[in-house]
């Protein structure tokens, strides 16, 4: 059976890139009718917090994603935190030493750098592997010196293939590979250790995971090879680069899913685009359902180059989706917006909800964000936020002498409907042969504050009589 696993460290909210990973994952897994796991990579104590693990596990169900073991529900192959797996960690550390693959190293940085500098070397070049060799007397003197030791795995000199389902056969030559830490000083593993150990014992079948893992996997297949452990399949997806190629980060905008959640984006909307990052079919279709995405995808279509995050993009399609929701559904998300500029209090009434609705599905072709719908519909609640440069443009002395005298047309149009409010204001502009541009401009931004929204008509009858009235009475 298929397993593949998404593990993220606690450090931040969800990135972009790392959502990919995740979304990937689990398309893999849904596709082969395999298990997607979730893990949480958290050894690094002084950056990792419990709040973004919560954030975490938050913002990946928001894109739609669930899992089948992982921290909150537990699994056949816990514990899903690294944190509380150090006893195995330090077992199988332990089996190495045993095994003669693994040697304790007592060298600090500033002795490897002297030497590599005393060798002509970069300073920074890497561990010259002194400690494989060193006798029990030297052992001895740095344990009485007080020196805590890390554990280093013994690279055997050979080549190491990467058969990659992305990027194909990658050769990496061991020379190239120092002797590399498994353990630290202070009894915790190694991101390259967790990550085999864990991998191993939670029978991970395919690595998906981006291609700055690469120069990683050879330190992994050793791993692998020196506890007998099948090697899960590596599949190494292209980096998430901004507009402009360069590596994604804030001067690109926002980075992280919950930045996008507070936008107002749809996590249908953000699935579907992120699922198309540096993937495709070969008809180069935009918008799937999941279960789509699920029945198509395969890591084959995946690209080798990068791929690049487009915001306008992701907008475009938002508004797609926004567009094809219900205004119910789309009242329902919109209700902190509302309520965080005040349009609507905590007690909304059933009336109520149905009039917001009405008014969401007049404007609703407009909309691109979520955020964006108290903008859009406020003024159907509360007086308007007049634009300074449409009471400019239509409220002078002249729009408001048209006021005025359209003004009498609707105080007299007994029907408060589409129909009837059209026909007599249509008629009153042929009887006094005004272009219906004349009148209906002014009106507009009388009652609405704007110079665009519903259909005029539409809006008036749902502003109501009294609402319509006494905006327009305030203007003459």
């Known amino acids: 059976m298929v397993r593949v696993r998404f593990a993220p460290s606690p450090t931040g909210y969800l990135h972009i890139g790392n959502a990919r990973t995740a979304l990937f994952n689990y398309l893999f897994a849904r596709k082969n009718k395999g298990n997607f796991i979730l893990r949480i990579e958290d050894t690094d104590t002084e950056r990792s917090k419990k709040e973004y693990e919560i954030a975490l596990i938050e913002d990946l169900k928001w894109m739609g994603l669930d899992w089948d073991e992982g921290p909150d529900i537990g699994g056949e192959f816990g514990p899903y935190r690294q944190m509380d797996r150090l006893n195995t960690y330090r077992d199988v550390a332990e089996r190495l030493l045993k095994e003669g693959k693994a040697y304790r190293c007592y060298c600090s940085r500033e002795e490897i750098e002297e030497r590599n500098v005393k060798a002509g070397k970069n300073a920074s070049a890497g561990y010259d592997n002194r400690c494989r060799t060193i006798t029990e007397k030297e ?70 995971r981006g291609e700055d893992h690469l120069s990683n996997t050879p330190k992994h297949i050793l791993l692998f090879e020196a506890l007998s452990a099948p090697i899960p399949q590596f599949a190494h997806m292209s980096m998430t680069l901004g507009p402009d190629k360069t590596r994604l980060s804030k001067r690109h905008g926002a980075t992280s899913v919950r930045a996008y959640r507070q936008a107002g984006y749809l996590p249908e909307a953000f699935f579907n685009y992120i699922s198309l990052l540096g993937w495709g079919t070969t008809e180069s279709q935009d918008i799937f359902t999941k279960e789509e995405l699920i029945e198509k995808f395969s890591l084959e279509r995946c690209q080798k180059s990068s791929a690049v995050f487009d915001p306008e993009k992701l907008l475009w399609m938002n508004g797609y989706y926004i567009r094809k929701a219900s205004p119910e559904r789309l009242l329902e998300l919109s209700i902190p917006f509302l309520k965080e500029v005040e349009v609507i209090e905590d007690n909304l009434s059933e009336d109520g909800k149905r009039y917001l609705e009405k008014a969401i599905a007049l404007e609703q072709e407009k909309i691109k964000l979520l955020k964006d719908i108290p903008y859009h519909i406020g003024f159907f609640i509360k007086d308007p936020v007049y634009e300074e440069e449409a009471v400019k443009k239509y409220l002078g002395d002249e729009g408001k002498r048209v006021l005025s005298e359209v003004f009498v047309v609707l105080e007299r149009c007994e029907k408060w409907s589409v129909s009837s409010l059209e026909e007599k204001i249509r008629k009153f502009c042929e009887e006094n042969n005004y272009k219906p541009s004349v009148v209906f401009h002014p009106l507009r931004v009388a009652v609405s504050g704007k110079t665009k929204g519903p ?16 905006r327009v009475r305030r203007w003459i």
Not at 184 to 196: C, E
Not at 457 to 468: C, I, N, T, Y
């Open 139 to 208: 052992k001895e003197r740095y344990e009485k010196e007080g020196r805590k030791p890390v554990i280093r795995f013994i690279v055997p000199e050979r080549d190491i293939v990467v058969d990659d389902i992305i990027r194909g056969r990658v050769v990496f030559e061991s020379q190239h590979i120092p002797d590399f830490v498994i353990m630290k000083s202070d009894g915790l593993p190694t991101f390259h250790f967790a990550v085999v150990v864990d991998d191993y014992l939670m029978k991970i079948t395919h690595v998906i």
């Open 455 to 470: 259909g005029l008509f539409e809006m008036l009858e749902h502003l109501g009589r009294e609402k319509v009235i006494s």
